[in-house]
């Protein structure tokens, strides 16, 4: 089975996950020189709550968090050819493409970074056509509006430990195709007041990936 086309693997390497993320929060360039492991997890409780009232300011002083663009990335795993086109632009490849398991630890988290963008919400849904593992060939309708209708931040960070005045007014929308299932994940750059990994001074951040969407065909 071939690799990934050239243009998906060659956005892998750690420094351009920070200079991705240093896209986020312009405020903290300074501080993406190092990396703080990012975990798939639940929605939190975190970013589940009511809309915010009055005009947002995109830092925490409101809350929940919200958002008003995005930046866009798909991938695809255990496919024979995989086209996910959005805001009129292909993100796929024409490539056979490896399985998840294939992946050297911490790859699958590398590739997971959004770089097509900004964009506001939303454009509207993703068309996608894949042949999945065995061969069927499949096509789905992704429609990230109804995903993220509430515009709510999906975060693993208590308020109370979210750096002050910086703007997080938007995150990563991602769709992953994997063999005859489609997910969709999220991730937020967000400040903290204090270093994630002790002793790293560059650690003042998480960046979580969070699913927020799974669907089988």
Not at 51 to 72: I, Y
Not at 137 to 158: C, K, N, Q, Y
Not at 193 to 199: D, L, N
Request: one cysteine or more; hydrophobic letters at 35%; proline letters at 7%.
């Amino acid at each position: 089975m071939r690799s990934l086309s050239s243009h998906v693997f060659s956005s892998i390497l750690p420094r351009g996950r920070r200079n991705a993320m240093a896209m986020a929060v312009v405020a903290f360039v300074q501080m993406i020189s190092g990396c703080h492991p990012a975990m798939t997890s639940p929605v939190s409780q975190n970013a589940v709550a009511s809309a915010v009232d009055g005009p947002a300011s995109g830092t925490v002083a409101d809350w929940p968090l919200t958002f008003e663009r995005h930046l866009f990335g798909a991938v695809c795993f255990d496919t024979h050819g995989c086209s996910v086109r959005y805001d009129g632009r292909e993100h796929g490849t024409t490539a056979d493409t490896p399985p998840v398991s294939s992946l050297p630890p911490g790859r699958f988290d590398a590739l997971m970074i959004a770089r097509y963008g900004d964009l506001p919400n939303f454009p509207g849904p993703a068309q996608l056509r894949w042949r999945a593992k065995d061969g069927a060939e499949l096509t789905a309708e992704v429609d990230l509006g109804e995903i993220f209708g509430d515009s709510l931040i999906r975060h693993e960070v208590p308020r109370e430990d979210i750096a002050e005045g910086v703007s997080m007014g938007f995150t990563h929308v991602l769709i992953e195709v994997n063999d005859r299932t489609v997910n969709v994940y999220t991730r937020t750059l967000i400040p903290t007041k204090r270093e994630q990994v002790p002793g790293n001074k560059h650690s003042q951040f998480r960046d979580d990936l969070i699913k927020v969407h799974s669907r089988s065909y």
